[in-house]
């Protein structure tokens, strides 16, 4: 698995994808954080970092399936895939190495934004009034958000050979997946059920998280997703075994 | 190492790419596996590698199942896909090591290997370069250097010198001659020439079945249908005559003083016509023995099973 995850990561960074990607993500987070008056932080009032947490999943939606859409849909258009397949590694390797190897590039783009919690410590007044469990909560929530996101990534790209199809497709999931339940949980239909319909979705369990309450419930949620899709991931994969 | 198919069949749907088909290559023998396109063998391939499973029969490589113990089977096989994939933006050192990592080769051992077999495929001046720059001839080269990097005893190559020129397919030919001693291989092709120049047994297989298991030279011999000889005279000569010397069954007026001779086969006439045109005192301007070619067995084989068929 190491060895797919490391080729697959040495990947990223050895072409253009990993600097577009991360430049992208900083470009739009760091504008929505410190310039657009709507949102900047910093007449906001409040020394925390929520125009982050609140917004980075929506750029998430376009930006994970951007990294993930190739996996498994360009192994599959050049035929490389056959050769990974018949040298001796398992299915679950490929598919956690390509898995992690993402998930990783996210977290790399990531992690400059801890200069943003920096900036705001030394802004706040007094200095160094921020909520600091709550921000660590955010971070764990978003990094819980970025795997669910790469596995729903992997899983559109393991279904097609075309990248665009794969991107579109992950992008669809994702949204539907972060918004669709609680979208629909308003819906006047259902309303005894509408809880339960809710706490389907990704956003009422990452909300939770983003407040800084870490509930084993939202950590089983969110790897249960990981776990679910990239099992389907699985299957897929082994489809040509049918 | 062995390699043994019994039985094998894979549907694709209604369609059997693989029907019912067994044999057995044995240690150390090199294979040819022959068959037009479409005729099953990439599918028998991909079964062996376990890339794809058998709807039925059983493959056993090395003494392993397939469907049983494919880690064991891909340890000790190495494979050259169709067409040759590769991951066009490694460059070729990068990508024989992770090939090599995959196989658990580590440290020392695997630096010392890539190295090894970087010179074997004569890789050496392009080791540095991205694979996506390499021609055709040395994306093979790349192509076998990782199916070899383990050293294995069972190398499987399908369609290895398909698309190139004439030149890199004798180089190609020369290596894959040169590694697979000690080594049990199986090759597909469509080219007769090939089998010929590489091995002594050839398997020929069409609409999935096996039409022909045996020595290269057996195979020529079933099917010599007689030969043909192409004679070209400076002048006129007796036409009649020519068709009754010994041995000749038809000829045929191609264009002024030149005849298509068709002969019986069981014995040489070129000595009768030598002698013929020397009695008919015209000079014998040309004489050539046109092959039973490898070409026409090919056909022979692939063609009329099916026409009988239409016929049935």
């Known amino acids: 698995m190491l060895q797919v995850l490391s080729k697959e990561f040495n990947g990223f960074l050895n072409s253009l994808i990993a600097y577009i990607v991360i430049g992208v993500f900083l470009t739009a987070i760091g504008l929505l954080m410190w310039v657009f008056p709507d949102t900047a932080v910093l007449d906001y009032g409040y020394a925390d970092m929520d125009t982050l947490f609140l917004l980075g999943p929506y750029v998430f939606i376009f930006l994970v399936p951007a990294i993930t859409m190739r996996s498994f849909a360009e192994e599959k258009k050049a035929g490389t895939i056959e050769l990974l397949l018949t040298k001796p590694l398992d299915d679950w390797d490929i598919i956690l190495g390509k898995f992690l190897a993402n998930f990783f590039l996210v977290i790399v783009a990531l992690f400059p934004t801890l200069l943003y919690y920096y900036t705001i410590y030394v802004l706040g007044n007094p200095a160094g009034n921020i909520d600091t469990p709550g921000v660590i909560g955010s971070y764990i929530g978003i990094a819980f958000l970025a795997a669910a996101f790469c596995a729903i990534g992997i899983l559109a790209s393991s279904i097609t050979r075309n990248q665009i199809v794969a991107f579109l497709l992950a992008s669809f999931f994702c949204f539907l997946s972060f918004l669709g339940f609680d979208s629909v949980s308003t819906l006047n239909l259902w309303s005894s059920e509408a809880l339960f319909i809710k706490q389907l979705g990704i956003l009422y369990h990452y909300d939770s998280m983003r407040k800084g309450l870490l509930d084993t419930r939202d950590i089983i949620y969110f790897l249960s997703i990981v776990f679910l899709t990239l099992s389907i991931t699985k299957v897929i994969l082994g489809s040509r075994q049918w | ?312």
């Open chain 2, 1 to 312: 190492m062995s390699l043994q198919l019994k039985n094998l069949t894979k549907t694709y749907g209604s369609q059997k790419a693989v029907n019912a088909i067994s044999f057995d290559i044995k240690e150390g023998e090199i294979v040819g596996f022959l068959g037009p396109n479409g005729a099953g063998k990439s599918t028998t391939m991909k079964i062996a590698t376990c890339y794809v499973p058998p709807t039925s029969g059983e493959a056993w490589v090395g003494g392993f199942n397939v469907a049983e113990k494919p880690m064991r089977v891909k340890q000790i096989t190495g494979y050259l896909p169709e067409h040759n994939p590769l991951y066009l933006d490694l460059y070729v050192h990068e990508y024989l090591t992770f090939v090599g990592k995959l196989y658990g080769l580590t440290g020392q051992k695997l630096k010392g290997r890539v190295k090894e077999i970087v010179d074997l495929c004569g890789l050496t001046p392009e080791q540095n370069k991205r694979i996506e720059t390499l021609s055709k001839g040395y994306r093979q080269r790349v192509g076998l250097a990782q199916a070899l990097i383990h050293d294995p005893k069972i190398l499987i190559l399908d369609e290895p010198t398909s698309g190139l020129d004439p030149n890199q397919l004798v180089e190609i030919r020369k290596l894959i001659k040169m590694i697979s001693q000690q080594k049990t291989v199986l090759f597909s092709t469509h080219i007769m020439q090939e089998v010929q120049a590489l091995c002594d047994r050839v398997i020929v297989i069409n609409k999935g079945k096996i039409v022909a298991d045996d020595k290269l030279e057996f195979i020529l011999k079933a099917h010599a249908t007689g030969s043909v000889i192409v004679v070209q005279f400076e002048g006129k000569i007796d036409e009649v005559k020519l068709k009754s010397l010994p041995g000749v069954k038809e000829i045929l007026t191609m264009e002024s003083f030149s005849y298509k001779v068709i002969a019986d086969g069981t014995v040489d006439v070129r000595p009768e016509i030598f002698r013929f045109a020397s009695e008919q005192s015209v000079s014998l301007i040309g004489l050539k023995q046109e092959e039973n070619s490898l070409e026409n067995i090919f056909r022979d084989l692939t063609i009329t099973p099916a026409m009988h068929e239409k016929e049935d």
